[in-house]
């Protein structure tokens, strides 16, 4: 099954936008292996958009030649050699958000050209495209059954921005994820890009805008909440002087472990400080988001600004998290009659990887402004 756990990987767009070329993407493959991230599950190397040269007379896309200058397959290449995996962007409608040409009534031939490129994810956007959801519906099956013909295995990540609730009909289109947002920000709070519009926060998507939706996901078919901005430090191409916290970004982590969601790291990873670099590679929050289970999280509890969040697990466990939305230190508890369960469990700590103890009725951490507790609970029997 494609993506039976959440899709991990990385994504350009966020701190390269339009400067996308194949030496920073060749480089990143090279620090997926270097700086640990593969090892942990990090295996989509995805070109966002500005890749493009233009639609030759043979109706085939062309990359850029002084950003590509060998050709996509060749990048494509470099990626595969190093056990990773390729990913490459499109848009449903006649034109990307950045103007470059696109796959409406294209959908055969782009497919088939990825396909011979290589290609193993398709990020396909929604610019441009006729706003409805009857359109979005049929562009978007139309572009998954051109890839299906195509004979290649390659995750369709549908792009829709959660316009026409696509997690109502995206798994009976061919996706295998979806967006249910706008774009993300590198910011707690929402705020305002470069391009006029808004970028969310990690506090609006990751709190507000989930709610309701654990329901759609599960192996192969995922609410996409859009890419990590962990480690941007506000260096993003569609913000400036933003930028999160170091415990903000470990709740941002948290949240998207808990919501089962796709890991699509956005900062530059060839470059990565190691606070950032012990966030995206922590084994143990992994391993809630990648469970095989396939349980996305939900809310269980909310006072005020703190919230207790769980997530069934295989094997009778459950991850939990502890959140502080406020800008207070505060104790937040977890207890059992708002997780809907019994008895004793032993209880670890995902982020300092310690145990700490046998607990049977609640269990309480102190939290601090934006941060969060991630905890795996062991039924004792």
Avoid at 178 to 192: F, H, L, N
Wanted: hydrophobic content about 40%.
């Amino acid at each position: 099954m494609l993506a039976a756990t959440p899709p991990m990987g990385w994504n350009s767009w966020n701190m390269f936008g339009a400067t996308i070329n194949a030496q920073i993407v060749e480089q990143t493959a090279d620090a997926f292996v270097a700086n640990g991230l593969q090892e942990v599950g990090y295996q989509y190397v995805v070109i966002d958009d500005h890749w493009h040269g233009g639609r030759g007379a043979d109706g085939r896309l062309f990359p850029d030649p002084q950003k590509f200058p060998n050709g996509m397959k060749a990048v494509a290449d470099y990626v595969h050699a190093r056990g990773l995996k390729f990913g490459i962007y499109s848009d449903a409608g006649p034109l990307t958000c950045g103007g470059r040409p696109a796959s409406q009534d294209n959908e055969e031939i782009d497919a088939q050209t990825f396909a011979d490129w290589g290609a193993d994810f398709l990020k396909y956007d929604w610019c441009h495209a006729e706003d409805t959801r009857a359109n979005a519906e049929y562009r978007y099956s139309k572009m998954s059954a051109a890839l299906k013909a195509t004979g290649r295995e390659i995750v369709f990540s549908i792009c829709e921005w959660g316009h026409h609730s696509p997690w109502l009909w995206g798994a009976k289109v061919g996706g295998h994820l979806w967006r249910t947002t706008g774009d993300i920000g590198d910011s707690w709070e929402d705020v305002i890009a470069s391009w006029g519009g808004i970028l969310y926060g990690i506090d609006s998507i990751g709190f507000e805008q989930q709610r309701g939706l654990e329901g759609y996901a599960g192996p192969g078919h995922w609410n996409d909440t859009d890419m990590l901005v962990v480690g941007l430090r506000g260096r993003s191409k569609e913000i400036s002087g933003a930028g999160c916290t170091d415990g903000e970004y470990r709740t941002h982590f948290s949240l998207w472990c808990i919501l089962a969601a796709p890991l699509m790291i956005g900062c530059d990873v060839r470059n990565m400080d190691e606070v950032t670099r012990q966030i995206l590679t922590n084994p143990e929050a992994i391993a809630v988001d990648q469970d095989p289970l396939g349980k996305q999280g939900h809310r269980a509890s909310r006072n005020g600004l703190c919230e207790t969040w769980k997530k069934p697990l295989a094997e009778e466990r459950l991850a939990v998290a502890l959140f502080n939305r406020g800008d207070k230190a505060q104790a937040v508890s977890a207890h059992w009659s708002d997780l809907e369960i019994s008895g004793k469990y032993q209880i670890r700590d995902l982020w300092e990887h310690t145990d700490l103890g046998i607990f049977d009725h609640a269990f309480e951490a102190r939290i601090e402004p934006h941060g969060c507790a991630l905890l795996r609970l062991m039924p004792m029997q």
